[in-house]
């Protein structure tokens, strides 16, 4: 139903529009909202549009291949599903929607440590298409035992949340006093009964719980969490506890949340596999650069030595050419499948994938390259104006 209403959907925005009419105000702003300011928030995405490519005229790129790998497994197209914690709170249908939406799209889905539904249950729909995010919790026994799941399950890949040991000011959800569970401003009840939709799923759809954790056996209720977080949240996470996992774990390491070329270094001394380079598109720090301005660095203090994945401002096909021009392996995206999801479900989600992988063979096609393999720094216009990439270009 979602997706016949939607029909004028035709981008990313469009999903970012669309989404606000069926959230309540407060679920939006949580949604599409960054840390203070919203500086780096912003710069993900026009530090992207800054950088102009070069269109080539009377190139043959039929039988275009947008596939790729990552760490040996094959990707329909350079794109992957960030990790969201919470996205039971868009729609019911929340990460199996979204995981086997991934499947489809050959793509893998990074089931986050915040999720609302279990690992096990998206394991059952993506068993092979299925990332695991893993935090360093203050009790090593809950991070040891959520590692057990995930071999468990089959996953080969973790993640580690590496940018969440301080908290972050997210001041839209402030005002409106969104805690969990939330106590909204009586302004926002009668905002939330403009969405109907919304409201009757939330009502009469699953249950929101942490679905990951559990209390007695029964997931983690929303106004258990705050109490759960207060008493594992960990400030102390260090290298040390990274290499510690690095020596338990025979699966593939990434480590997201890297913003500095030194610690992608460290990183890879220390046995990573992916550098996930993200600043959690703007959401908890908001005095750092776009992710596109750090790549070119990271790209040359790893030096090949593991695989460089990107999160933050990709809207487009073309973000995806320009990120992986300059050295990402692949790139992921986090809102623009939220806010499909939470506009029309499933079906939505699917067809943001569909988007963005038409624009990746249209831009593809214009800078004259047929294959992922190909891009390359030589598909950027001439910049040596560009604020972004400091002459790395040139
Ligand atoms: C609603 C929402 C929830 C998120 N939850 C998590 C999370 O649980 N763990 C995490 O590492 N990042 C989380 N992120 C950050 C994403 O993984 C990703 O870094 C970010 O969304 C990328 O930027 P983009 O939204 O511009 O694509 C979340 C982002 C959003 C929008």
Redesign the pocket.
């Known amino acids: 139903m979602g997706i016949l209403r939607n029909k004028w959907i035709v981008s990313i925005d469009d999903y970012r529009r669309a989404s606000r009419k069926h959230l309540p105000r407060m679920i939006s702003d949580?949604?599409?909202g960054g840390a203070l300011d919203e500086i780096t928030?912003r710069a993900?995405?026009e530090h992207f549009d800054a950088l102009m490519l070069r269109q080539r005229s009377m190139v043959d790129v039929t039988g275009m291949d947008t596939s790729t790998t990552v760490l040996g497994r094959s990707l329909a197209m350079p794109l992957m599903v960030?990790?969201?914690?919470?996205?039971t709170?868009?729609h019911p249908g929340s990460d199996p929607a979204v995981a086997r939406a991934a499947v489809r799209a050959g793509s893998i889905f990074?089931h986050?440590?915040?999720?609302g539904c279990s690992l096990e249950e998206v394991a059952k729909v993506a068993p092979n298409n299925l990332w695991a995010?893993v935090?360093f919790w203050k009790d090593p026994e809950e991070t040891a035992s959520y590692i057990k799941r995930a071999r468990a399950v089959g996953v080969d890949t973790l993640?580690v949340?590496g940018?969440?040991g301080s908290s972050s000011k997210r001041e839209r959800d402030l005002h409106h006093g969104l805690s969990m569970p939330p106590r909204p401003p009586v302004a926002d009840y009668f905002n939330a009964a403009t969405r109907p939709g919304w409201l009757w799923r939330w009502l009469t759809g699953r249950k929101m719980t942490y679905g990951n954790y559990a209390v007695n056996g029964r997931p983690l209720r929303m106004d258990e969490m705050n109490s759960w977080m207060a008493s594992n949240k960990n400030p102390a996470a260090t290298w040390d506890d990274f290499a510690k996992l690095r020596s338990e774990w025979s699966g593939n390491l990434v480590i997201?949340?890297i913003m500095d070329a030194e610690d992608a270094a460290r990183a890879v001394d220390e046995g990573a596999d992916g550098i996930f380079i993200?600043?959690?598109?703007?959401?908890?720090f908001d005095a750092q650069p776009a992710?596109i301005d750090v790549l070119p660095s990271i790209v040359e203090a790893v030096g090949g030595r593991a695989e460089i994945y990107l999160?933050?401002?990709?809207?487009r096909g073309h973000d995806i050419v320009k990120a992986v021009a300059l050295g990402a392996r692949a790139v992921?995206?986090?809102?623009?499948?939220?806010y499909a999801l939470a506009t029309g479900g499933e079906p939505a989600v699917d067809r943001a994938f569909g988007i963005l992988r038409e624009e990746l063979k249209g831009a593809m096609g214009f800078v004259g390259k047929a294959s992922v393999a190909e891009l390359d720094k030589t598909v950027f216009a001439n910049q040596s104006h560009s604020p972004v990439l400091n002459g790395v270009l040139l």
């Open positions: 949580y949604l599409e928030m993900n995405e960030a990790p969201m914690g919470m996205l709170i868009f990074i986050s440590a915040w999720a995010q935090a993640v949340a940018d969440v997201k949340g993200s600043n959690h598109g703007g959401r908890q992710t999160d933050g401002g990709v809207r992921l995206a986090g809102r623009p499948f939220a």
